[in-house]
């Protein structure tokens, strides 16, 4: 068998795309999202106590798109996992902007 061709003869697409294609949705979005964050809740009424905040908030939406990339790659297949990462990163930083908000009303926002 060809080394690019699938069990029923067609074409495969090699796992470094994919895994290119993973990066390119998890990646951009965690560099907006952090820089967004960062503005809004760290230097935004000099808020430095939400420094270590919004860089875990980061570090877990990136967590969280990896995550579900590898576990809908292993369970599916590497185009349901670029969709479901990129919903999945989307979601997350909804999720981080809401947290990071209300964390910096308890921090003295």
């Known amino acids: 068998m060809h080394p690019v061709m699938g069990e029923r003869g067609q074409a495969t697409t090699p796992a470094a795309i994919w895994i290119v294609a993973i990066a390119a949705i998890v990646l951009p979005a965690a560099g907006f999202g ?9 230097f935004s009424g000099g808020q430095s106590r939400m420094v270590a905040v919004v860089n875990d908030g980061a570090l877990a939406v990136i967590g969280l798109g990896v995550l579900v990339a590898v576990v809908t790659w292993r369970l599916r297949a590497p185009v349901a996992a670029i ?27």
């Open 34 to 42: 952090y820089l967004v964050t960062t503005f809004l809740f760290a």
């Open 83 to 109: 969709k479901w990462t990129a919903i999945a990163t989307g979601a997350g930083w909804v999720a981080a902007v809401i947290a990071e908000w209300l964390i910096s009303f308890r921090l003295g926002g």
